[in-house]
């Protein structure tokens, strides 16, 4: 992306003393082995007392109570967080799952860069295979029958319970199409009851006024809806469906009716790239909250348009341009593309906002700049395998939705049993030896290990997308013809 050296010293100005200091704090044997002993339920229970939530049931837990005042007191400053600001935050399930997953992360692993977590902080769950669309991009190749070993409704509460056992704070339904599927109701509500941040991934076609006031009822909170043109026609040819789009912008209307946050999630293809604009002035007209463009992963029957992807040039201007939107204010511009946050951290100092990956935006004063990008290290980029991983509707477990190597299965060797083992996520967690590992912002970025996985067959290959790689990127071309 046209990195000069010398901004190797601008972008670190600060960071190496963050981290010591926070290694200092909770790098400490004593609190780490504390920690541990406590476990993610129990500590998730303390944050809620913490929180003002709940009253100490005895004095262990006023003791408990007493470490974590302490040890949160002395690393909030650091990031520029109030004391009163986290409180409120963690009367909040979801916020309770986060912040007790971070900091089990820490005292399994200490402070690490990127930061490796106790469990995933979000599982993309692919609930079903069934869909009422024809996507030419699909990862999960679905179809209008579901797939025959699709799990019980036993199996899949059963995942819901691990999911939770293990800390896990967020769940996005996938699929194919998730409300099709007659399970998706129980099992999102039951997701809501237990304090996970619920979302749902839709096409968007079945989104009527009576089913998105169901989702807010049953305690969904976000709702991402695909629309990959502003153009009907050219949404509606590349999806499959006549009248796709008008079904997909009617069911934008009835999510925003219904209170739910809505985002718009489009897949960037040489399509759509140069209409872009248009799409995010249409967000905004929608009124959504987010606009999320997807990197092209050509997986699945992606592979069979793989002349659709947009060369390092192409990505790195729309980069750009999303990152301009972003700084506007008025909506939450993000990409999947895990350089979206060199984009950011080019721009810190002279914009105070960072996106520190691609579904968090930090509006930082200047002097909170190094804290954000110690953050930027700390979330790293991909996280494939490491802050994030999808769940197959046969329960299988990969380490990202658009990565397809199954690393195990949550009812046959259980979650958490894989999520620790997994050589291969163990292998997407190390940014010094697999990836990108000779760029300065591997801890930042480290490439889209989905990406290289697609086009080299390796998750540890270059990402050819970024223009650090574009002589593999010709190289690809000249092997296509």
Known sequence: MSHKLDEKKSINFGIPDLIASL????????????????????????????????????????????????TLSKVLPKFGVKEEALKCALKDGYMRKGVANILMGIAENGITRPQMLHAPFMVVWDFTRQCNLRCKHCYADASPEPAPDELSLKEKLEVLRQLDEAGVAAISFSGGEPLINKDFWIVAKKAAELGFYVSVATNGTLLTPTVALKLKKIGVRYVEISLDSSR?????????????????????????NAGLSVGIATTVTKINYKRIPELISLARKLKVEKFIAFNFIPTGRGKEIMELDLSPEEREKLLNYLYKELISGDLQVFSTAPMYAVVSVKHAREEKKITPTHFAELSIPEEYIPA??????????????????????????????????????????????????????????????????????????????????????????????????????????????
């Open 23 to 70: 290694r200092n704090v909770l790098g400490n044997r004593f609190l780490r082995y504390f920690l541990r002993n406590i476990g993610q339920k129990e500590l998730e229970w303390i944050l809620g007392v913490y929180s003002g939530l709940y009253k100490p049931r005895n004095y262990k837990e006023e003791f408990l109570l007493d470490v974590i005042s302490k």
């Open 232 to 256: 009907p026609e050219e949404h509606d040819e590349f999806r499959g469906l006549p009248g796709a789009w008008r079904r997909a912008v009617e069911g934008i209307i009835n999510s925003k």
């Open 372 to 481: 954000g990008l110690a953050l930027a290290e700390f979330l790293g980029g991909c996280g494939a395998g490491r802050i994030y991983c999808s769940i197959e509707q046969n329960g299988d477990i990969q380490p990202c939705v658009f990565l397809p190597i199954r690393v195990g299965n949550v009812i046959k060797d259980g979650f958490m049993n894989v999520w620790k083992n997994s050589p291969i996520m163990k292998k997407l967690r190390d940014r010094d030896n697999y990836g990108c590992t000779f760029c300065q912002y591997k801890y930042i970025c480290g490439g889209c290990r989905a990406r290289a996985y697609a086009y080299y067959g390796d998750i540890a290959a270059p990402d050819p997308s970024c223009s650090f790689n574009e002589v593999l990127w010709k190289r690809i071309l000249v092997n296509a013809r």
